[in-house]
Nanobody, 127 residues
């Protein structure tokens, strides 16, 4: 099993910045990719970004490309999501997820492919 714990959410004004973290523990050697998803009230959970655990290759949703950066700290088994130029439409619960399968370049966007999930952290962007 892999346990994921997010931290760093909160309230920020539009145009502001925020960084959220996800600490992984347990059988972290089984992780191939980690991702961030978000879910706004009344909407489906959507892909935000992912990072390959071995190659550090990253992928982003079009809506956050250029504003969000996913990175990781190997020694700490931690993944970060740095967010700048935040918009009210970025308001959602943000979830960290880990996958124990390999993704091709075109994969990794479907939340059903991720086996492990954190509890989520609320990010609210005020206008």
């Amino acid at each position: 099993q892999v346990q994921l714990v997010e931290s760093g959410g909160g309230l920020v004004q539009a145009g502001g910045s925020l960084r959220v973290s996800c600490a992984a523990s347990g059988r972290t050697f089984s992780i191939f990719s980690m991702g961030w998803f978000r879910q706004a009230p009344g909407k489906e959970r959507e892909f935000v970004a992912r990072i390959n655990w071995n190659t550090d290759r990253t992928r982003y949703a079009d809506s956050v490309e250029g504003r969000f950066t996913i990175s990781r700290a190997n020694a700490k088994n931690t993944v970060y999501l740095q967010m700048i130029s935040l918009k009210p439409e970025d308001t959602a619960v943000y979830y960290c997820a880990a996958a124990d399968i390999h993704f091709s370049v075109s994969d990794g966007y479907n939340p059903a492919l991720y086996k492990y999930w954190g509890q989520g952290t609320q990010i609210t962007v005020s206008s």
